[in-house]
C-alpha cells in the first residue's frame, strides 16, 4: 500500500499520536454521545430571531414601500389583490459563542471515588453547550483552541479539542483569545485561582463588548471541607501547601472564604453585564446546563 | 521460678525491659501523630489561615498510657507469667493414683478426672511410672505402668454408685516397694481407710487430695403424722444453708414431673435437717423419689419404695352397733396392726367402696346383700383386695356350702372345727412352715401361734393351689383366689384372739404386709426380705440417674438385707428391687447413716482439688497487649481524622445485619403453628417419620423418605411434597397415610395418650414401618439387640395383630414392581407383615396368589434400613453407600421398590389384590 493510498490524515502517522488519537477516539465518543444526550433533554423551542432578516424561512408578506426594488416584490402574491407585497424572510443571523473550559490540573480534583472530576463535568457542561447551540444554528468556537464555526462537523472539532487539552498550571485563568466581538463567551471553572487573572480575562471579554456566562464548577468536598485531624492541604499540581494541625477547626473560616469568593465573581460578572452561577458536580448537570442557555438566550 | 504473689515468672530477667517505660513515655510523647497529606483545590482560600491551638501536637495522655499499658503487657506476656505456680518438690520413683470412686465422688468427676490427667502428664514428665486405682473396684493386683500407657485411660474413668470399700483387701493388694501415693478423697470417712493408709505410708509419701466443698446426702423419706418427712446431712457442717428436696414421680399421664418441694435449711454448724412435705395421698402414693436439687450425685437420690404408699383399708364389720368389749371386737387387732401405716375407713360397705378403698376387711361376715355382691364384685374385678376373717358368723351360716361363692376362694364345711378345746381331741395346731410360692415364704412361724377353732375348707381339686397358709397337719389356714384384677383371700380364722393366737403375734403383722395389706416400715427388716429373691428393676449410677437395670441378675433376699443395713455394694447396686408383692428401695444414704468428714493423720499433706490449678498466663498477657495495640490503632485513626469512613462502613455492615435479622423473626409468625402443621401435611400426600430425639437418626429418615418421594414422583402418580419429621407426643397422626419409625436404642416407651394416637391411626389404616436398623430381626421374637428390645419395649401398647414373616404371595411383592426381596441398606432380614387370617388358605383355580391380607396391613417390621438406602440429599445424590459396586446399587433400587410397593400398598389398600380378581370377572360376565 502506498503513502497516496493512505487515508489517514498526516498527523496520526506518528506512532504517539495515533494511540493518542485512539484513546481520543474512544473517548470521545461517550462524551460526545453523553453531551448530545444531555442536549436532548432541553426542549428547542426558539430557533429564529423572531424577526423580519436574512434567512432561508419565510416570516412574512409586508405592503411594498417606496424603495423596495421591484426585485424584492413578491408577484405571486401581489397578483392576488391590489398592492404590492414584498415576501420577507425570518432573520438568521448567528451568534459566535467562545467556550472556555478551565484545563487547569485544579479541575482534575474529585472529593469522592464515585464522583467524576470537576473537569469533566466543565467538559460536559461546555459540550453539551456546544450541541445546543449548534443545533440552535449558533457558530460555536473554544476560546484559543478552535474558532466559531457552525455545522455538526464543528462538534467533533469541539470535542476532540476539549478532550485533548490539559493544562500544566495549578489554577487556570480564562482565556479570550479568538473572541468574537459582540459575541457570546461561556467560562467554565472553579475560579479558585488567583482573582487578578479571572479579572483581566472578564475585563477583555468586556472590552470587546462579549457578554456571556459564567459558570463555576466545583466539588461537594470543596463547599463542606469534610476533613479533620492533622493534615497537609496540597494544590492538586503540589505548588501550594498548607498544614494544619486541626482541619475541622479551619472549615468554618475556609466556608466564609468559600462564600466571599462566590460573592466577588457574582459583583464582577454583574460589573460587566455577565451572569454568574455555581454547579456542583454531585448535582445533576441537566439544571446548570437548561441555566446556563437561558442565561444565553435571555441575555440577547 | 521468681513469684511475686500468685503469679510465678519462666524468665524473670526479661522483667527488666519494664524499666524502658518511661523512656517509652517520653519517646512517644515527643513524636505527635503522623499529618495526612490531601490534595486539595481549595488550599488556596486556606493560606493564611492559623490553627486555634498549638499544643495538639503532642501526642495526648490517654493515648501515651495506652501504649505503654500495651507495652508493657506485651513485656510481662513473653516473661512467661504463671498463676499458682507448683513450687512442690517433685518426688521419683513409681507413683499409685488412687482414687475413691465411689458417689460422693461424682459432684465433682470432671476436675478429678483433670487432676488426674494432670498427674499423670506430670509424672510422664519426669519418667515415672504410674499406677491408678480406682477403690470402690474389687481389690486387684496393681501394676506400676508407663504414664504414656495410662493417658487418656483416665477420662474414661467413671464413678461408682457407691461407696468404696475393701480398703483392707487393697493393702494386701499393694505391690511391695516403695512408691509415692496421690490419694484423691471423697473427702468421707470410709471404715477401714485406715488400714490403707498406713499401708501407703509404709511404701512412700501419701499426699491427699480433698475437695473442700461440702457433700450432701439424702436420707429415705419417712412417714409421720400424716406428713411426708424428708432428711438430709451434710459434711463438713458448715455456715446455714438451704436446699430444697424435690419429690418427682408420673403424672396421670405417665410422665415424670415434680409433684411435690420442700426447702431443708441446714443451720449453722447442723450436719443435718429435716423436713415435711405435705401432700395429698394420691399425688404421695405416685412418688417415685426424691431429689437434693442440685446436687448431682446418687447420694443426693432416694429412690421411694412401697413404703410411701398409704393405703385405703376399709374395715366392715356386720352388726357394727352391737356393744361388745373392745379387746373381743374381731376389729380391733386389725385396727392395732394397721392404723399406724395405712388410711384406715369404717362403715358400712356400700358407703365405703365409693371411696375406693385399696383393701376391704370383712371380720366374720357371711353374706352381703345383691346389691353389695355387685359392687364388690365390680370392685375386686378392678383390683381391689378383699380379706376375709372367719368368725361364728360365717362357721355357722351356709355361704359356700355346696358350691363356691364368688367372694369366697374355696367351698367350706359346715361347722369348722375345735382342736386341743376341753370338749376335743389333740392339741391346738401350730403352722406350718410357708411352702415355696406362698406369699409368706421366708417368714418364720413362732411356735406359740396356735389355732383353736377354724372353719375347715371342702377338699377340691384346686384346694391346694390356692392354700397359701397351713397348719401343721395340713389344714388350709389361709386360702386365696384370684378374681379379674383382684384376689380374694380368707383366713380361717377370726381376726381376734378369739380362736386363735394370730393376731397376737408380729406374725399377723408380718403377714399382713406381705399381703400389701399395710405399709412396710421405712428400712425392712432383715426377716422381711428373707425367702424371695429380688430382682433389681431399676438402678442408680453414680450421678443419681435411674436406668433401666435390664438383665442385672436377681439378689438373695439376706444380702438385701445386709446391703439395706450397710449400703450397696458392686454386687448390690443401689436402686429399686422387686420381690413377690412388694418392692424395696435400696438407697446409697439409708436412714441410719451418718457421714462423717475423713481425718488425714498429721503428716500427710492435704490439698484442695479445685484450687490453685497451675495457669500459663502467657497466652493472656499478649492477647490483653494486643487488644491494647488494635485500640491504640484506632485511637490513632481517630486523633487523624481517618475514621470517618472506616465508622461509615462499619454502620452500613450494622444496618445490613439488622436488616438481614429483622425478616427472619417476622416470617416466622405468619401462621399458629398447629394450622401452619395441618396445611403443610394436607396439602398433598406427604411421607412422614417419627421423631426419636436421635438427629442422625431423624436427619437420615427425613433424607430417606426425601430420596422415597423423589422415586415416587419420578416412576409413579404419586406426586409427595417433602417428607416431614413427626412427634408422636404432640403432632397429629391421622394426617399421614405413612409413617417411618426408625427404632433407637433405649427409646422411651410413649405415653399412654400417644398410644391412644397411635393405636387410633392404625385401626384407622394407617400404617407403621417399623425399621430397627441392626439387620437382624430375630428382634421381635429373639429381643437379642438392644433396637429390637427398644421395639418390643414401643409395640407392647400398641394393638399390633399377629405377625408372620412375608409370604412370597404377599401383595406387597407385586403392587407396583414384582418382588422377592426386600433389601434396605442390609440385605436378606425377614420382614413381618400381619399374619393371613387363615394360613391355610389354598390358592385357587388360576389365581396368581392367595387371596390373603384383603386389608391393608397395618405394620410392617424389618431391620433393613431403608431410609439409609433410599437416602438422597436435595439434588439427588445418595447419601450413604450400599453394598459394593453395581450390586450395591442394584440392591438400592430394589430398595426403592420395595418403597414405592409399600406406599403403593398404604395407597391404594385392596385394590391392587382386588386386580388379580378381573380375569375372572371378565370370564363370568362372558367376555
Known amino acids: 500500500m502506498t503513502a497516496a493510498t493512505d487515508p489517514r490524515s498526516p498527523d496520526l502517522r506518528t506512532p504517539d499520536l495515533r494511540t493518542r488519537a485512539e484513546a481520543l477516539g474512544q473517548t470521545l465518543p461517550p462524551l460526545l454521545a453523553e453531551a448530545e444526550m444531555l442536549a436532548s433533554t432541553v426542549m428547542m423551542g426558539e430557533h429564529g430571531r423572531r424577526r423580519a432578516g436574512l434567512g432561508d424561512e419565510f416570516w412574512q408578506y409586508r405592503p411594498a414601500h417606496a424603495g423596495d426594488s421591484a426585485r424584492m416584490i413578491d408577484w405571486r402574491r401581489s397578483a392576488r389583490s391590489d398592492a404590492h407585497f414584498v415576501r420577507e424572510r425570518e432573520w438568521q443571523a448567528a451568534q459566535s459563542v467562545t467556550i472556555w473550559v478551565d484545563p487547569a490540573k485544579s479541575m482534575a480534583f474529585s472529593g469522592d471515588k464515585s464522583r467524576a472530576p470537576k473537569a469533566d463535568r466543565a467538559k460536559l457542561l461546555g459540550l453539551a453547550l456546544a450541541v445546543l447551540l449548534l443545533r440552535g444554528g449558533e457558530r460555536v468556537g473554544l476560546a484559543g483552541l478552535a474558532s466559531p464555526r457552525s455545522g455538526r462537523a464543528q462538534l467533533l472539532r469541539l470535542a476532540a479539542r476539549l478532550s485533548d487539552r490539559d493544562g500544566a498550571e495549578d489554577y487556570g485563568a480564562p482565556e479570550t483569545e479568538g473572541m468574537v466581538s459582540h459575541g457570546r463567551g461561556v467560562f467554565l471553572s472553579d475560579f479558585l485561582g488567583d482573582l487578578k487573572g479571572i479579572e483581566a480575562g472578564l475585563a477583555r471579554a468586556a472590552d470587546r463588548g462579549v457578554k456571556g456566562v459564567l459558570i463555576q464548577v466545583l466539588d461537594p468536598a470543596e463547599e463542606e471541607f469534610p476533613f479533620d485531624g492533622r493534615t497537609i492541604f496540597e494544590s492538586m499540581g503540589g505548588t501550594m501547601r498548607h498544614e494544619t494541625q486541626r482541619a475541622g477547626d479551619l472549615r468554618i473560616r475556609y466556608l466564609g472564604r468559600l462564600a466571599e469568593r462566590k460573592d466577588r465573581l457574582a459583583r464582577l460578572a454583574r460589573a460587566v453585564g455577565w451572569h454568574f452561577s455555581t454547579h456542583h458536580t454531585g448535582a445533576p448537570a441537566q439544571s446548570a446546563l437548561l441555566w446556563a442557555y437561558a442565561a444565553l438566550e435571555g441575555g440577547h | ?927
Do not use: C
Not at chain 2, 233 to 261: F, K, N, T
Not at chain 2, 435 to 460: H, I, K, N, W, Y
Not at chain 2, 535 to 551: I, N, R
Not at chain 2, 698 to 720: I, N, Y
Open chain 2, 1 to 927: 521460678m521468681f513469684t511475686l504473689g500468685p503469679l510465678g515468672f519462666a524468665v524473670p530477667w526479661l522483667l527488666a525491659a519494664l524499666v524502658a517505660l518511661p523512656i517509652l513515655w517520653l519517646l512517644l510523647r515527643a513524636v505527635p501523630p503522623a499529618p495526612i497529606r490531601r490534595r486539595f483545590p481549595g488550599v488556596a482560600l486556606l493560606l493564611g489561615l492559623k490553627d486555634d491551638e498549638a499544643e495538639t501536637d503532642k501526642t495526648p495522655w490517654w493515648l501515651l498510657l495506652l501504649r505503654t499499658l500495651a507495652v508493657g503487657a506485651l513485656i510481662l506476656g513473653f516473661a512467661g507469667p504463671v498463676l499458682n505456680p507448683d513450687d512442690r518438690v517433685a518426688g521419683t520413683g513409681p507413683m499409685l493414683i488412687a482414687v475413691d470412686g465411689g458417689w460422693a465422688d461424682a459432684r465433682d468427676w470432671p476436675q478429678r478426672v483433670e487432676k488426674i490427667e494432670a498427674l499423670i502428664g506430670e509424672a510422664g514428665a519426669r519418667g515415672r511410672t504410674v499406677a491408678l486405682i480406682r477403690l470402690t473396684d474389687a481389690p486387684d493386683r496393681v501394676e506400676f505402668q508407663t504414664a504414656e500407657a495410662w493417658a487418656g485411660r483416665a477420662a474414661g474413668l467413671q464413678p461408682q454408685a457407691w461407696a468404696p470399700g475393701a480398703f483392707g483387701d487393697w493393702a494386701a493388694a499393694l505391690p511391695e516397694g516403695r512408691f509415692d501415693t496421690v490419694w484423691l478423697s471423697d473427702g468421707l470417712a470410709h471404715p477401714g481407710r485406715e488400714d490403707l493408709l498406713a499401708a501407703l505410708r509404709s511404701r512412700g509419701d501419701v499426699q491427699v487430695v480433698e475437695n473442700p466443698r461440702p457433700i450432701l446426702g439424702l436420707h429415705p423419706a419417712g412417714y409421720a403424722e400424716g406428713q411426708v418427712t424428708v432428711a438430709a446431712s451434710r459434711v463438713p457442717a458448715g455456715a446455714a444453708v438451704s436446699v430444697d428436696v424435690v419429690a418427682q414421680g408420673p403424672d396421670p399421664a405417665g410422665i415424670e414431673r415434680d409433684l411435690g418441694r420442700v426447702t431443708l435449711t441446714f443451720d449453722a454448724g447442723a450436719p443435718k435437717a429435716e423436713a415435711a412435705i405435705d401432700l395429698p395421698p394420691e399425688l404421695r402414693n405416685r412418688i417415685t423419689r426424691f431429689v437434693l436439687e442440685g446436687a448431682r450425685t446418687a447420694g443426693a437420690v432416694s429412690l421411694a419404695d412401697d413404703s410411701l404408699k398409704r393405703r385405703k383399708i376399709a374395715l366392715i364389720r356386720m352388726g357394727a352397733d352391737q356393744e361388745t368389749l373392745q379387746l373381743l371386737s374381731p376389729l380391733h387387732y386389725l385396727r392395732q396392726a394397721l392404723a399406724p401405716t395405712a388410711d384406715l375407713i369404717e362403715g358400712n360397705l356400700t358407703d365405703t367402696l365409693l371411696a375406693s378403698p385399696d383393701v376391704v376387711v370383712l371380720a366374720d361376715v357371711a353374706d352381703v346383700t345383691e346389691g353389695e355382691r355387685a359392687a364388690l364384685m365390680d370392685w375386686l374385678e378392678k383390683g381391689g383386695l378383699l380379706l376375709r376373717f372367719a368368725g361364728p358368723v360365717l362357721a355357722a351360716s351356709d355361704v359356700a356350702r355346696v358350691e363356691e361363692d364368688p367372694l369366697l376362694p374355696v367351698r367350706l364345711r359346715e361347722g369348722g372345727r375345735t382342736v386341743g378345746g376341753a370338749m376335743s381331741w389333740g392339741e391346738p395346731k401350730a403352722l406350718a412352715p410357708f411352702p415355696e410360692g406362698s406369699p409368706f415364704f421366708g417368714l418364720t412361724a413362732p411356735p406359740d401361734v396356735v389355732v383353736r377353732e377354724q372353719v375347715l375348707a371342702q377338699p377340691d381339686p384346686d384346694l391346694a393351689l390356692r392354700t397359701i397358709a397351713a397348719l401343721e397337719d395340713g389344714t388350709p389356714l389361709m386360702t386365696r383366689k384370684v378374681v379379674g384384677a383382684g384376689q380374694v383371700v380368707l383366713v380361717h380364722v377370726t381376726a381376734n384372739a378369739e380362736w386363735s393366737s394370730l393376731p397376737l403375734s408380729g406374725l399377723f403383722v408380718q403377714m399382713l404386709e406381705r399381703l400389701a395389706v399395710s405399709t412396710k416400715p421405712a428400712t425392712p427388716e432383715a426377716t422381711d426380705l428373707a425367702g424371695q429373691v429380688w430382682v433389681p428393676e431399676v438402678v442408680l449410677d453414680a450421678y443419681g440417674q435411674t436406668s433401666d437395670a435390664g438383665d442385672l441378675p436377681g439378689v438373695e433376699g439376706e444380702a438385701l438385707a445386709k446391703a439395706v443395713a450397710e449400703g450397696p455394694s458392686a454386687a448390690n447396686p443401689p436402686g429399686l428391687y422387686a420381690g413377690s408383692e412388694r418392692r424395696v428401695a435400696l438407697n446409697v444414704i439409708g436412714a441410719e447413716t451418718v457421714l462423717e468428714p475423713a481425718v488425714w493423720p498429721a503428716g500427710v499433706p492435704v490439698d484442695s482439688l479445685d484450687a490453685r490449678a497451675v495457669r500459663a498466663l502467657k497466652g493472656e498477657f499478649l492477647s490483653f497487649g494486643l487488644v491494647l495495640l488494635i485500640l491504640d490503632v484506632l485511637a490513632a485513626l481517630w486523633l487523624a481524622g481517618r475514621l470517618r469512613g472506616l465508622t461509615r462502613g462499619v454502620s452500613a455492615a450494622l444496618v445490613l445485619a439488622l436488616l438481614a435479622a429483622v425478616p427472619r423473626g417476622a416470617g416466622a409468625q405468619e401462621a399458629a403453628p398447629d394450622d401452619a402443621f395441618a396445611l403443610e401435611a394436607t396439602g398433598s400426600v406427604v411421607l412422614a417419620h417419627v421423631l426419636t430425639g436421635d438427629p442422625a437418626v431423624d436427619d437420615m429418615a427425613q433424607a430417606g423418605l426425601l430420596g422415597l418421594s423423589d422415586k415416587l414422583w419420578q416412576r409413579t402418580s404419586v406426586e409427595p411434597m417433602m417428607p416431614m419429621g413427626v412427634d408422636i407426643e404432640k403432632d397429629e397422626l391421622a394426617f399421614f397415610p405413612f409413617l417411618y419409625w426408625p427404632v433407637v436404642a433405649g427409646a422411651a416407651k410413649p405415653s399412654d395418650a400417644a398410644y391412644a394416637k397411635l393405636n387410633q391411626y392404625l385401626r384407622t389404616g394407617g400404617m407403621i414401618l417399623f425399621d430397627t436398623r441392626d439387620a437382624d430381626l430375630t428382634g421381635f421374637g429373639g429381643g437379642t439387640t438392644p433396637e429390637g428390645a427398644a421395639l418390643q419395649t414401643i409395640a407392647e401398647g400398641l394393638d399390633i395383630p399377629p405377625l408372620e414373616p412375608m409370604p412370597a404371595d404377599h401383595v406387597l411383592t407385586r403392587t407396583f414392581y414384582l418382588l422377592q426381596d426386600f433389601p434396605g441398606r442390609y440385605q436378606g432380614g425377614q420382614v413381618w407383615v400381619e399374619a393371613s387370617p387363615d394360613a391355610e388358605a389354598e390358592a385357587a383355580d388360576g389365581m396368581p396368589f392367595r387371596n390373603l391380607n384383603d386389608g391393608v396391613t397395618p405394620v410392617v417390621i424389618g431391620g433393613a434400613d431403608w431410609a439409609a438406602a433410599w437416602a438422597t440429599d436435595e439434588s439427588g445424590v445418595p447419601l450413604v453407600q450400599v453394598g459394593r459396586g453395581f450390586a450395591g446399587e442394584q440392591q438400592r433400587e430394589i430398595a426403592y421398590r420395595f418403597g414405592i410397593n409399600l406406599i403403593m400398598h398404604v395407597l391404594t389398600g385392596n385394590y391392587k389384590s382386588d386386580q388379580v380378581h378381573v380375569p375372572a370377572l371378565l370370564e363370568r360376565l362372558g367376555q
